[in-house]
C-alpha cells in the first residue's frame, strides 16, 4: 500500500512536471493570470530541474528507488496492483539512460526558456531608482 501511495505521488510530480509546462503556455495564450504566478514557476522549475540534475549525475530517483524497494520487502516485483501496473505503464520506458538524460535537460531548458518568453510576476515590486 505504502508503495502505491509513493508510486501516485511520484506520478502527480512527472504530470506536474510535464503539464506545468503545457498549461503556463496555454495559459499565455488565453491570458490566464495564475500562470504567472511566481511561486507556482519556481516550483515548476525546481521540479524538473532536480530530475535533470539527477540524470546528469546518475542518481536514481529516490521515489523510484523507494517504492521498488518496499515492493521486494513485500516479496514482488512490479507485478503488484491494478494502479500499479498502469501507472508504471505510463511512467516508465526501456530506453537508454543517455536518452532520458537529453529529453530531461532538454525539457529543463525549455522551461527556462518559458520562464523568459513568458515571465512570472514577481511577489515583491520592484521600484526604479532615478
Known amino acids: 500500500m505504502l508503495a502505491d501511495i509513493i508510486l501516485i505521488i511520484h506520478f502527480l ?10 498549461i503556463v503556455w496555454i495559459g499565455a495564450i488565453f491570458r490566464w493570470k ?8 519556481v516550483a515548476h522549475l525546481t521540479a ?3 530530475v535533470a540534475l539527477e540524470a546528469v549525475f546518475g542518481v536514481a530517483c529516490p521515489l523510484t528507488e523507494w517504492e521498488h524497494r518496499l515492493r521486494m520487502q513485500d516479496g514482488g516485483g512490479y507485478e503488484g ?3 500499479q501496473y498502469w501507472i508504471h505503464k505510463i511512467m516508465f520506458y526501456s530506453a537508454p539512460e543517455y536518452l532520458f538524460t537529453i529529453v ?7 522551461v527556462i526558456a518559458t520562464l523568459i518568453f ?4 514577481w511577489p515583491w515590486k520592484i521600484t526604479k531608482i532615478s
Open 104 to 110: 530531461y535537460v532538454s525539457f529543463t531548458l525549455i
Open 48 to 50: 524538473i530541474g532536480i
Open 118 to 121: 513568458i515571465p512570472p510576476r
Open 13 to 22: 510530480i512527472v504530470g506536474f512536471n510535464v503539464g506545468g509546462l503545457f
Open 81 to 83: 496492483s491494478f494502479m
Open 34 to 41: 495564475w500562470i504567472r504566478h511566481f511561486w507556482f514557476r
